[in-house]
């Protein structure tokens, strides 16, 4: 791991660190600890995530009417609903440099950034949003950020002469350069808690349990309880890894004897997991555990790239998620925009239930949901599905419908919203993509 900071190690002091052999689990922030003693108060980190599904939703079920309890969500949005009073939908955003380029490639590749892309051989695009914010806060953690996806990415060009780079990636670390995309789980995992070596497949807690007890008889027992519940959960996705960890062993041996690289393998041979249910939650969990123990406050997971061709046999669709979405208004095509809405639900509802001072880790967080099209079968980018979850530390008001399709072009762009969350995250720019003033009424 690379050296950082006296300020990020001071705050890596403060959240405390388990070690094992081979293997750093840090904890969630527990306040009874002595070095919280002359600190009147805890500031605690704000956190930005990405959730991305390509290929756009079944417009005739998106939508929402309404704020606080009295919000009204569509069919698709329904899983939100427990938690709608931390929220905030927002109808007509759309990156306008994207638009009339052509389809797919050209309608992702700028997304995150507003940037014009490049046809041809060399790729140019610009720096995400993610990304900006990770050059900043990333300077606190371990991790600048993690960088996830369920799908493998794909090479080549598109038929418009556009890098298949585009459709691939939604993180860019620079305009010629898309941040890699972990997509096994197990490589996640190890990432995050620094796991190396011959003891991989050994339980980190195991190997950290002797320090777990001792900190355990130095906190308060509402600390205590908090360090159980965390060292629970990390115990159920560990045993999820596990199972998925063999596969990538048992993927990668077949690889090596047929003499091909794994990831032209077909899905599961290349030993992602064949359910996407799985896959999904478990890189929903890892985001999760980085964010409560400040491993790092910047994440993106890219559930189902542009392009993608991913299949749902539990949704019972049979079309790949392409070709589905070129049926878009089909209850088919609506179960799979549900489900992939579903994990925002999902991490968003996990991160709620992580409490952090007078409120959760979701209220010091703030999750962007969003897809590259509306409309799948026209390829309709004009506007953009979009959904925020929490609070970023009380400078964003939630339980909100917000709908600009009508205040005209110059004030429904992506990049003003960019603008507004890098503000909030301490990241102030004069200019980001297209877009040189704040989101208004945000």
């Avoid at 990405?50 to 329904?78: P, R, Y």
Wanted: proline share 5%; charged share 20%; with cysteine.
């Amino acid at each position: 791991m690379p050296k950082r900071t006296s300020k990020f190690q001071s705050a890596m002091t403060r959240r405390t660190v388990l070690r094992g052999a081979g293997v750093t689990m840090a904890l969630p922030l527990l306040q009874s600890l002595p070095c919280f003693a002359d600190t009147p108060s805890v500031t605690f980190p704000k956190r930005f995530a990405v959730l991305f599904m390509g290929n756009g939703i079944n417009e005739a079920h998106w939508d929402a009417q309404g704020c606080g309890a009295d919000m009204k969500l569509s069919k698709t949005l329904a899983p939100l609903e427990p938690i709608k009073h931390k929220i905030n939908v927002i109808h007509g955003l759309f990156q306008k440099r994207s638009v009339g380029l052509g389809i797919h490639p050209a309608q992702t590749g700028g997304l995150l950034s507003g940037a014009v892309i490049h046809k041809g051989a060399i790729i140019h695009a610009g720096v995400t949003v993610d990304q900006m914010i990770a050059n900043r806060v990333g300077e606190d953690t371990p991790q600048a950020s993690i960088v996830l996806a369920c799908e493998q990415p794909m090479t080549g060009y598109h038929e418009t002469n556009y890098s298949l780079a585009y459709s691939s990636h939604v993180s860019w670390q620079s305009p010629d350069s898309p941040v890699p995309n972990e997509v096994y789980p197990a490589l996640a995992w190890d990432s995050l808690f620094e796991n190396r070596g011959s003891l991989r497949n050994v339980s980190i807690l195991d190997r950290v349990r002797g320090e777990a007890a001792a900190l355990s008889t130095e906190i308060s027992s509402d600390d205590k309880v908090k360090l159980d519940e965390y060292l629970s959960s990390v115990r159920e996705v560990e045993k999820r890894v596990d199972g998925m960890r063999k596969s990538q062993e048992r993927a990668q041996e077949l690889a090596k004897q047929q003499n091909r690289p794994v990831f032209s393998m077909d899905r599961p041979a290349n030993g992602l997991p064949e359910d996407l249910r799985d896959h999904a939650r478990l890189m929903c969990d890892i985001i999760a555990i980085g964010f409560q123990t400040d491993k790092t406050r910047v994440a993106s997971l890219l559930l189902a790239r542009d392009l993608s061709a991913m299949y749902y046999p539990f949704l019972g669709v049979k079309d790949g998620h392409h070709s589905a979405s070129h049926d878009n208004l089909s209850e088919g095509y609506e179960r799979i925009s549900r489900f992939h809405l579903s994990q925002l639900a999902y991490l968003a509802t996990k991160l709620d239930g992580m409490p952090e001072g007078n409120g959760t880790v979701l209220d010091n967080s703030c999750l962007m949901f969003l897809s590259n099209m509306w409309i799948g079968r026209k390829h309709d980018n004009t506007r953009l599905p979009l959904v925020l979850a929490g609070g970023l530390g009380g400078t964003l008001e939630t339980g909100r419908t917000l709908d600009y399709l009508q205040a005209g072009d110059d004030n429904r762009k992506l990049c003003s919203l960019y603008l507004s969350i890098m503000d909030r995250m301490g990241v102030k720019l004069d200019q980001f993509g297209d877009a040189q003033t704040r989101l208004q009424n945000l």
